[in-house]
């Protein structure tokens, strides 16, 4: 996996920002969880399927995790969310845009980051801070998009998780995207090496960063049966 992040806008080499694993994990555990899980559905494929995930496997995270099925370019909606979710919206958030999430400001780059996620395709690592008000207090959070391919093997769906610290206080709570981390996918056979980084959107919103997407090694097998990947048909003259 190579990890190719790209600035908004000119001057990104200001904008790159280094990054400690051990922050992320250890403040937003459930981003963790349901990554590795993801890194082991997938194993060596470039992404795993809508069909194969298990809630099993981010049993402690599913209150913060969710599927995303792009609709249209840069539209995702919601289709299974976790309670959490629910809580920020202060209301059933199935079927909803995840752009309801978001302030007017940062949703054209969301919607460019949901389409990079999949067409490229990309694992996205945003950081978000809420919008602060009577009753809305500091409220920092971080949002993992990783692909899936759907029923006909197109990249079309987004298993996802949205952790946050600090109280959610009066809903609804939107967020203004303070960095993002765009990690480009490939066969891992096809690419031993990745490098890390962030870049800050364009709306030069200034949050301390957080480290990102980094490959964890599976601690569980997520497809216990073994498959086989291709079949080969020898025929022998009798």
């Not at 494929?45 to 099925?69: H, K, M, T, W």
């Not at 919601?78 to 309801?100: C, F, K, N, T, Y």
Request: net charge positive; hydrophobic share 40%; aromatic share 6%.
């Amino acid at each position: 996996m190579r990890n190719d992040a790209t600035a908004p806008g000119p001057g990104n080499k200001s904008n790159v920002i280094a990054m400690n694993s051990h922050r992320t994990e250890t403040r937003f555990p459930h981003i963790a969880q349901v990554e590795a899980y993801w890194h082991a559905l997938r194993g060596a494929r470039l992404v795993p399927d809508r069909s194969e995930v298990d809630p099993r496997g981010i049993e402690r995270a599913l209150e913060y995790a969710f599927i995303l099925e792009q609709v249209a370019p840069g539209v995702g909606r919601l289709r299974i969310a976790g309670g959490h979710l629910g809580d920020l919206q202060g209301m059933e958030v199935r079927g909803m845009p995840l752009s309801a999430f978001f302030l007017p400001e940062a949703r054209t780059d969301l919607a460019a980051t949901l389409e990079q996620v999949c067409t490229t395709p990309t694992v996205a690592t945003l950081s978000l801070l809420a919008e602060t008000g009577i009753g809305r207090p500091v409220l920092e959070a971080r949002l993992l998009l990783l692909p899936m391919t759907d029923g006909f093997g197109q990249i079309t769906q987004i298993l996802g998780c949205l952790d946050s610290q600090g109280s959610i206080g009066r809903a609804p709570r939107r967020f203004a995207i303070t960095a993002r981390r765009l990690t480009q996918i490939f066969p891992r056979d096809a690419a031993p090496e990745w490098r890390g980084r962030v870049v800050k959107p364009s709306d030069k919103t200034t949050l301390a960063s957080q480290p990102g997407l980094a490959e964890p090694p599976a601690r569980f097998d997520a497809n216990p049966q073994r498959r086989f990947d291709h079949l080969r048909l020898i025929k022998t003259d009798s």
